[in-house]
């Protein structure tokens, strides 16, 4: 028997891809297709404009300056939303953000125990701040939040389990899903050409290291580089063998097929990142290994999957931003032609059999429905 409704709150650029009849990767979706085959109705929100409410706002801002926590609670709460939301069986928020701006309401649900939450983690415990009060009120929150929300999954394995020693009480609620990607869409066409040595960059969240990436262009004048990003702009980079495109995903500044085609146009995807214990840059890690490029990427805490994925056997792993030690692998990948197929090779093997839908879809269906 069907349960009757299903909400799941999203980052903008989710309905346009949904309602259209173009082929687009469902990654991003978070398993809605397999989820909602248990109910009747679903409805999809996107976390986006402010709304016209300055009490609202004034409250949202002020739990933003006390705790540091993304509480956003104009971009979600309007009357509309907080229909859907409160008349839901199950709503799914697709990251912490959502979580916290729609903290309100869901511990309204869960006094009147009306529905099952359930919230994607990634970067969690990223602070920004020294502040005493600012950390307590942090900590007060993020374990109400905790609290309130019935199914925590994390995308990190490393967060994941950071978060289990921290909150023991709790950690039956949390569990681990790899982040896995849409392998069918993500698949190279047949006979492209790879003799190339450009380098492609794609990236908007805060824990990628813009800085770096811009200086190591520089030092290497004989490259070509593809930028993807809104937070560099022309006039920060500090030499002309750049193709900066700036744009993110959800405002479709290119299509998932025009990045498709930079990926089969590029000989190698870095990803240079701060340390954090957010699993960041692994959608575009897992994107590349699946067109069958090689990924080089920094070493982080909150790298995803460490038990799966290993240095020069599926993927090149750098410990720190340093520029000679990029520029020396970097040169390393493009004179050992044998070792970065090889490489590219492994990692889409097991992308394809480790990351792709299927399992998500089932181990998201066994953590909501058993």
Same mark, same amino acid.
């Given at each position: 028997?069907?349960?009757?409704?299903?909400?799941?709150?999203?980052?903008?650029?989710?309905?346009?891809?949904? $309602?259209?009849?173009?082929?687009?990767?469902?990654?991003?979706?978070?398993?809605?297709?397999?989820?909602?085959?248990?109910?009747?109705?679903?409805?999809?929100?996107?976390?986006?404009?402010?709304?016209?409410?300055?009490?609202?706002?004034?409250?949202?801002?002020?739990?933003?300056?006390?705790?540091?926590?993304?509480?956003?609670?104009?971009?979600?709460?309007?009357?509309?939303?907080?229909?859907?939301?409160?008349?839901?069986?199950?709503?799914?928020?697709?990251?912490?953000?959502?979580?916290?701006?729609?903290? %309100?309401?869901?511990?309204?649900?869960?006094?009147?125990?009306?529905?099952?939450?359930?919230?994607?983690?990634?970067?969690?415990?990223?602070?920004?701040?020294?502040?005493?009060?600012?950390? @307590?009120?942090?900590?007060?929150? $993020?374990?109400?939040?905790?609290? $309130?929300?019935?199914? @925590?999954?994390?995308?990190?394995?490393?967060?994941?389990?950071?978060?289990? $020693?921290?909150?023991?009480?709790?950690?039956?609620?949390?569990?681990?899903?790899?982040?896995?990607?849409?392998?069918?869409?993500?698949?190279?066409?047949?006979?492209?050409?790879?003799?190339?040595?450009?380098?492609?960059?794609?990236?908007?969240?805060?824990?990628?290291?813009?800085?770096?990436?811009?200086?190591?262009?520089?030092?290497?004048?004989?490259?070509?580089?593809?930028?993807?990003?809104?937070?560099?702009?022309?006039?920060? +980079?500090?030499?002309?063998?750049?193709?900066?495109?700036?744009?993110?995903?959800?405002?479709?500044?290119?299509?998932? &097929?025009?990045?498709?085609?930079?990926?089969?146009?590029?000989?190698?995807?870095?990803?240079?990142?701060?340390?954090?214990?957010? %699993?960041?840059?692994?959608?575009?890690?897992?994107?590349?290994?699946?067109? !069958?490029?090689?990924?080089?990427?920094?070493?982080?805490? !909150?790298?995803?999957?460490?038990?799966?994925?290993?240095?020069?056997?599926?993927?090149?792993?750098?410990?720190?931003?340093?520029?000679?030690?990029?520029?020396?692998?970097?040169? &390393?990948?493009?004179?050992?032609?044998?070792?970065?197929?090889?490489?590219?090779?492994?990692?889409?093997?097991?992308?394809? &059999?480790?990351?792709? +839908?299927?399992?998500?879809?089932?181990?998201?269906?066994?953590?909501?429905?058993?």
């Amino acid at each position: 028997m069907k349960l009757k409704n299903l909400t799941y709150v999203y980052h903008s650029g989710r309905v346009n891809r949904y $309602t259209s009849s173009r082929n687009y990767p469902e990654e991003f979706f978070y398993g809605l297709n397999s989820v909602k085959k248990h109910f009747e109705n679903t409805d999809i929100i996107e976390f986006d404009n402010d709304l016209d409410s300055k009490l609202i706002n004034l409250f949202s801002r002020f739990l933003r300056k006390i705790s540091g926590l993304p509480f956003f609670l104009e971009k979600l709460i309007s009357k509309n939303n907080f229909r859907k939301l409160i008349n839901s069986n199950l709503v799914v928020l697709t990251n912490q953000r959502m979580g916290f701006s729609a903290l %309100p309401v869901l511990i309204i649900t869960k006094l009147l125990k009306k529905q099952t939450s359930c919230v994607f983690i990634m970067g969690l415990y990223n602070v920004n701040t020294k502040k005493k009060i600012k950390l @307590l009120m942090r900590q007060i929150f $993020t374990y109400i939040f905790l609290l $309130t929300i019935d199914k @925590l999954i994390f995308l990190s394995e490393g967060e994941y389990e950071y978060s289990r $020693t921290k909150y023991t009480r709790l950690k039956n609620k949390f569990s681990f899903i790899p982040f896995c990607i849409d392998t069918d869409f993500w698949k190279s066409s047949p006979n492209i050409n790879k003799d190339t040595k450009d380098i492609l960059f794609i990236g908007n969240d805060g824990m990628r290291d813009y800085k770096f990436v811009i200086e190591l262009a520089k030092k290497m004048p004989e490259i070509q580089f593809t930028f993807i990003t809104k937070k560099i702009q022309q006039a920060d +980079l500090l030499s002309d063998n750049v193709t900066l495109i700036n744009g993110v995903w959800s405002e479709e500044t290119l299509s998932d &097929e025009d990045i498709k085609k930079l990926y089969e146009n590029s000989a190698l995807s870095i990803i240079p990142l701060h340390e954090s214990l957010q %699993p960041s840059g692994q959608s575009v890690a897992l994107q590349s290994m699946s067109m !069958g490029i090689p990924v080089l990427i920094t070493r982080t805490e !909150g790298f995803w999957e460490p038990k799966i994925f290993e240095h020069q056997k599926n993927i090149i792993f750098i410990k720190n931003n340093e520029i000679q030690a990029w520029e020396k692998q970097i040169v &390393e990948i493009f004179e050992n032609y044998e070792m970065s197929n090889l490489i590219a090779s492994n990692a889409r093997k097991i992308v394809t &059999e480790n990351n792709n +839908l299927l399992k998500f879809n089932k181990k998201l269906d066994s953590i909501i429905f058993d």
